[in-house]
């Protein structure tokens, strides 16, 4: 693993894994602003990052815990709210991984 990519502290969130493929911005410049009465979850998330496991988008204050979360708890968000749904978006790339 490239010390680039610990520095972010990526954990998945779904399998576990450290290593990520991409890590970006969600590009909004399609968005649709109704989206924001859905129930979807993705509408508030700015970041996410590309597992490269299991190739899942995991948003990034799960991917990343921000706001101190513990790791369980971020899987717990993950299943509960993330998992089900697709997350439809596309990414503006911060930095790539070379897995
Ligand atoms: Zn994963």
Redesign the pocket.
């Known amino acids: 693993m490239s010390k680039e990519q610990n520095d972010i502290g990526f954990i ?1 969130p ?4 450290k290593k990520y493929s991409m890590h970006g911005f969600i590009d909004r410049s399609n968005f649709q602003p109704l989206a924001f009465l859905s129930d979807n979850p993705w509408v508030a998330v700015l970041e996410a990052i590309i ?1 490269a ?4 988008t ?1 948003p990034g204050h799960l991917a990343c815990r921000y706001g101190e979360i513990s790791f369980e708890q971020a899987k717990k968000e993950w299943e509960k709210s993330y998992k089900n749904y697709v997350a439809n978006i596309k990414l503006k790339e911060i930095y790539r991984g070379n897995t």
């Not at 779904?14 to 894994?17: E, F, T, Y």
């Not at 496991?53 to 899942?56: G, T």
Request: charged share 20%.
């Open positions: 998945c779904s399998c576990d894994s597992c496991s299991c190739h899942k995991i």
